[in-house]
């Protein structure tokens, strides 16, 4: 009877019970797809973004390197002459029917500005030009390559679009002239920021950021290793170690930005470092990335096999030598993929450059330590505040040439530890 | 001499150093046939001499590189008339600032007058003085050191001995420098905060509800005379953690449950990886995310469903934030779930306890301790996450709680703050510094508590 009865109870709760499980371990699979299916939502609508950017479309011209044109005036400087009206005499001459000056205006915006500069370096390079005629691609103007990309809604009002009806219609004539021509999009990874989208490339911000990272590891890897060497092997068990124990765990978990403050006081205005300069956002991200390396590096020597130090030390070896012609060698791949992982850290890090006045908007590829930079993040936050839609697009192509990095630099770190780590 | 030069050529002479060292123990010891025994081997004693042709000329350099543009700027400044001496402060900086421009051949700066030429030529002159002195000074201090320790060679001489201790120095120098780094956070950002509080009241900056950094610059502007109230700010913070959280906890520790309990071995070893990607993704991403992606899809949805969203509304950010979290929460909810031992476990389940109850009932009260720890960890992470809120969270300092308003947070303003031309001393900011603190000392009390928590709880069980 009670048997039954205990049975007859276990069995009447077992279904809600089985159910609650079921719906358990929903929430687990729903909470675990989230994460994963942002991810994939998050690169799908980054990568629709960002992969026109790596193309760009060019207009070909028909050019008449013609002197008259060049020098108005007579003397011909090749250095100073006036190439814009080579490029509107090339259009004018595409559209014979536009006559009206304010019309012929919006023709010759549908070319960049980049393209009397173009002409100017081809002529300067080959004098023979003058007086010739020749079919040449020049950059298109932003507005034109959004629309070559079908990057405009043409079913909007002509109010709420940047491109006038007439502007379409050239450029849907050249289009059947064969003339558009989309190509690799070679100043992408030339040239220095710029206000004009079709200019713009992220060569400047990839220069201050390798600059900024050289400092970095040149700082913080042989600091760290040196920290990680001496708390492992060498600090006697007393408060002075809890305390640097504590204060590096501490460190890791500060706010970015907070080291940034400390660059602007400490760098700038007490030791007079410039502004802008890769060499003070290096020695900012060399402090932010030592955590990360001292912990790495820790572990990396802790997973050295005592056997091996006490060989060493039976056979006469001083524990300088221990560590150093045993200890050390045996830990450093470790101790380098913590290096990689933490410069890959400092790739992305944007808040404390923000503080020291690395958000300038700066034209020239900087060519040292010193020089005013940007880096590669602060590029992306610069960009993705630009209103232009053409740089929205560019924004998603720097922040997938940012992800290349790092996914190159984890790979790296991933191999490091494939191939030269040491199971015991 | 550059700075860099004389580096390569202190480098040069201690590689010198190195050499002579190392020929002249193995001349004492009687050359190759080695007839005298050294107490070390031959290498540290060019190492030794290496270490004292090196080290003092480049401490040297260094204490003179960080004190000579003072020191030259005093003696120029000194050098003055009367009538420049007695500037402000405030002016006095600018003028030796042209003074300085000019003498680094900046044309652009207009004509200087004849006083300014005196300086400028005065500063040029000290600086070359000083260039020259330290170029002689540390070259004759590397030598000397190298020439001294050289002479020391002897068999007997304890020169690994030597060498080690030194680079034991080394190493512990190196170990301070977590040290040091805090220090100077603290000491940055606490000097600053004091200059501030002596223009704005504490109990201000703490408790007022009117949040407006704008002062005027000159005497009869309209603007306001600008107030530091920081409720707003932190309100803001609050709300758009307290969303990051609504979204990271259950999504993480769900996550970590169903890879540690249910999931295939394949599974977990696909899904924990991708989880990871998105702890590395950098957050200026995350931000341009939550700008241009998610803040217009959760407008658009709100107004099909009749709500009035801001376009910088505190939900965009604090979603996109709670999903940046999800791996720290669930990486540090898993160290907790496993760190339950497997007897208490395996006896809940004997029992005939379903795996959730098993979960909910056992598992998560043992690992509880270790759970709230990581949570503690990840809400400082949100405090100072600072890209996303940035660039998705707005700027002006509404104080509600609405998620669909915008409400701006304390990192945004400091960033807000700082990132443009200002006067250093303005009380516009200094307030950042004195955001800084708050932000620092809010964040660090949650890392002590946190990292405690989690290592005495890893600790119970081991």
């Known amino acids: 009877m009670t048997r039954r009865n205990t049975q007859e109870i276990v069995q009447a709760g077992l279904r809600r019970r089985h159910r609650k499980e079921a719906i358990f371990r929903t929430f687990g699979v729903l909470a675990t797809a989230v994460g994963i299916t942002f991810l994939g939502v998050f690169f799908v609508s980054l990568v629709g973004q960002g992969a026109s950017a790596f193309r760009q479309t060019?207009?070909?011209?028909?050019?008449?390197?013609?002197?008259?044109?060049?020098?108005?005036?007579?003397?011909?400087?090749?250095?100073?002459?006036?190439?814009?009206?080579?490029?509107?005499?090339?259009?004018?001459?595409?559209?014979?029917?536009?006559?009206?000056?304010?019309?012929?205006?919006?023709?010759?915006?549908?070319?960049?500005?980049?393209?009397?500069?173009?002409?100017?370096?081809?002529?300067?390079?080959?004098?023979?030009?003058?007086?010739?005629?020749?079919?040449?691609?020049?950059?298109?103007?932003?507005?034109?390559?959004?629309?070559?990309?079908?990057?405009?809604?043409?079913?909007?009002?002509?109010?709420?679009?940047?491109?006038?009806?007439?502007?379409?219609?050239?450029?849907?004539?050249?289009?059947?002239?064969?003339r558009l021509r989309i190509n690799f999009n070679a100043a992408l990874f030339a040239n220095g920021d710029s206000r004009e989208p079709e200019l713009a490339g992220i060569k400047g911000a990839l220069m201050g950021s390798f600059y900024m990272l050289i400092v970095t590891i040149s700082i913080s890897f042989p600091l760290g290793v040196a920290a990680a060497i001496y708390l492992e092997e060498f600090a006697p068990k007393s408060r002075w170690a809890d305390l640097i124990e504590v204060n590096i765990n501490n460190l890791a978990a500060v706010p970015s930005i907070v080291f940034g403050l400390l660059g602007l006081a400490v760098f700038i205005n007490w030791l007079g470092m410039p502004r802008s300069a890769p060499l003070v956002g290096g020695l900012v991200l060399a402090l932010l990335t030592l955590p990360v390396i001292i912990i790495a590096s820790r572990a990396a020597i802790t997973a050295v096999p005592p056997s091996i130090r006490e060989a060493a030390l039976g056979i006469g070896a001083s524990r300088m030598q221990v560590v150093f012609h045993h200890v050390v060698p045996l830990a450093l791949p470790g101790m380098l993929t913590g290096a990689i992982i933490g410069m890959s850290r400092a790739l992305g890090e944007t808040a404390p450059l923000l503080m020291i006045g690395m958000v300038a908007f700066i034209v020239d590829v900087p060519g040292g330590f010193s020089d005013p930079a940007t880096a590669l993040p602060v590029q992306i936050f610069l960009w993705a505040d630009s209103p232009e839609r053409a740089f929205a697009e560019r924004t998603s192509a720097a922040i997938i040439v940012l992800l290349g990095f790092l996914l190159l630099m984890n790979l790296a770190a991933i191999i490091l530890r494939k191939k030269l780590g040491r199971q015991w | 001499m550059q700075p860099t030069t004389l580096v390569l050529v202190l480098?040069?002479?201690?590689?010198?150093?190195?050499?002579?060292?190392?020929?002249?123990?193995?001349?004492?010891?009687?050359?190759?046939?080695?007839?005298?025994?050294?107490?070390?081997?031959?290498?540290?004693?060019?190492?030794?001499?290496?270490?004292?042709?090196?080290?003092?000329?480049?401490?040297?350099?260094?204490?003179?590189?960080?004190?000579?543009?003072?020191?030259?700027?005093?003696?120029?400044?000194?050098?003055?008339?009367?009538?420049?001496?007695?500037?402000?402060?405030?002016?006095?900086?600018?003028?030796?600032?042209?003074?300085?421009?000019?003498?680094?051949?900046?044309?652009?700066?207009?004509?200087?007058?004849?006083?300014?030429?005196?300086?400028?030529?005065?500063?040029?002159?000290?600086?070359?003085?000083?260039?020259?002195?330290?170029?002689?000074?540390?070259?004759?201090?590397?030598?000397?050191?190298?020439?001294?320790?050289?002479?020391?060679?002897?068999?007997?001489?304890?020169?690994?001995?030597?060498?080690?201790?030194?680079?034991?120095?080394?190493?512990?120098?190196?170990?301070?420098?977590?040290?040091?780094?805090?220090?100077?956070?603290?000491?940055?950002?606490?000097?600053?905060?004091?200059?501030?509080?002596?223009?704005?009241?504490?109990?201000?900056?703490?408790?007022?509800?009117?949040?407006?950094?704008?002062?005027?610059?000159?005497?009869?502007?309209?603007?306001?005379?600008?107030?530091?109230?920081?409720?707003?700010?932190?309100?803001?913070?609050?709300?758009?953690?307290?969303?990051?959280?609504?979204?990271?906890?259950?999504?993480?520790?769900?996550?970590?449950?169903?890879?540690?309990?249910?999931?295939?071995?394949?599974?977990?070893?696909?899904?924990?990886?991708?989880?990871?990607?998105?702890?590395?993704?950098?957050?200026?991403?995350?931000?341009?995310?939550?700008?241009?992606?998610?803040?217009?899809?959760?407008?658009?949805?709100?107004?099909?469903?009749?709500?009035?969203?801001?376009?910088?509304?505190?939900?965009?950010?604090?979603?996109?934030?709670?999903?940046m979290i999800i791996p720290l929460v669930s990486s540090l909810s898993d160290d907790a779930i496993n760190a339950v031992p497997r007897a208490m476990r395996d006896g809940a389940l004997g029992l005939g306890s379903t795996r959730s109850e098993t979960m909910l009932h056992v598992i998560l009260p043992a690992a509880l301790p270790g759970i709230i720890g990581g949570v503690l960890l990840a809400v400082s992470r949100a405090i100072g996450e600072t890209m996303i809120v940035v660039m998705a969270a707005g700027l002006a300092a509404n104080l509600t709680a609405n998620p669909l308003e915008a409400v701006t947070t304390v990192t945004v303003q400091i960033v807000t703050l700082l990132v443009g031309d200002q006067e250093f001393d303005s009380a516009k900011t200094l307030a950042a510094f004195a955001l800084g603190l708050a932000l620092f000392i809010a964040t660090l009390a949650l890392n002590i508590v946190g990292l405690h928590v989690v290592r005495k709880y890893r600790e119970q069980y081991d």
């Open chain 1, 58 to 178: 060019f207009i070909e011209l028909d050019i008449e390197y013609s002197e008259e044109v060049l020098a108005p005036g007579g003397e011909l400087d090749l250095e100073f002459a006036d190439y814009d009206a080579l490029v509107r005499n090339a259009l004018w001459r595409e559209f014979p029917d536009v006559t009206d000056r304010r019309e012929r205006r919006e023709l010759s915006r549908l070319v960049s500005a980049a393209a009397g500069f173009q002409l100017r370096n081809a002529l300067i390079h080959d004098p023979g030009l003058l007086g010739t005629r020749g079919r040449v691609a020049v950059p298109a103007s932003a507005t034109v390559d959004m629309l070559a990309k079908g990057k405009v809604d043409r079913g909007l009002d002509t109010a709420q679009r940047p491109v006038t009806d007439r502007q379409f219609q050239w450029v849907d004539a050249l289009a059947e002239r064969g």
């Open chain 2, 11 to 323: 480098i040069a002479l201690s590689l010198t150093a190195w050499y002579c060292g190392r020929a002249r123990a193995l001349a004492v010891a009687g050359g190759h046939s080695r007839s005298v025994r050294l107490h070390s081997l031959p290498g540290y004693y060019g190492y030794y001499a290496a270490i004292w042709c090196l080290l003092p000329a480049l401490a040297l350099m260094l204490l003179w590189v960080t004190f000579e543009p003072r020191i030259v700027a005093a003696l120029v400044i000194k050098g003055l008339p009367e009538a420049q001496r007695s500037l402000s402060p405030g002016e006095l900086d600018l003028l030796f600032n042209t003074i300085r421009n000019l003498a680094a051949g900046d044309t652009l700066a207009d004509h200087p007058d004849a006083v300014t030429n005196d300086a400028v030529a005065a500063l040029r002159e000290y600086s070359s003085t000083s260039r020259r002195l330290l170029v002689t000074f540390s070259l004759a201090l590397a030598v000397t050191g190298g020439v001294l320790a050289w002479r020391r060679i002897a068999p007997d001489f304890r020169a690994r001995n030597r060498v080690e201790t030194v680079i034991l120095g080394l190493l512990l120098a190196a170990s301070t420098i977590a040290i040091v780094t805090t220090i100077g956070i603290v000491l940055s950002v606490f000097f600053e905060s004091i200059r501030f509080f002596r223009e704005i009241p504490v109990t201000e900056f703490l408790f007022g509800l009117n949040w407006s950094p704008q002062t005027a610059i000159r005497a009869d502007q309209v603007a306001s005379t600008g107030s530091f109230g920081t409720v707003p700010l932190f309100a803001g913070t609050l709300l758009i953690t307290s969303i990051a959280m609504l979204v990271a906890v259950p999504v993480g520790l769900m996550t970590a449950i169903f890879l540690a309990e249910y999931s295939s071995e394949r599974v977990r070893s696909i899904a924990k990886p991708l989880l990871e990607i998105l702890a590395g993704i950098p957050t200026v991403v995350y931000g341009f995310f939550a700008a241009l992606t998610m803040a217009p899809a959760i407008r658009h949805l709100g107004e099909s469903i009749g709500l009035e969203v801001a376009s910088e509304s505190a939900l965009a950010a604090g979603v996109v934030m709670g999903i």
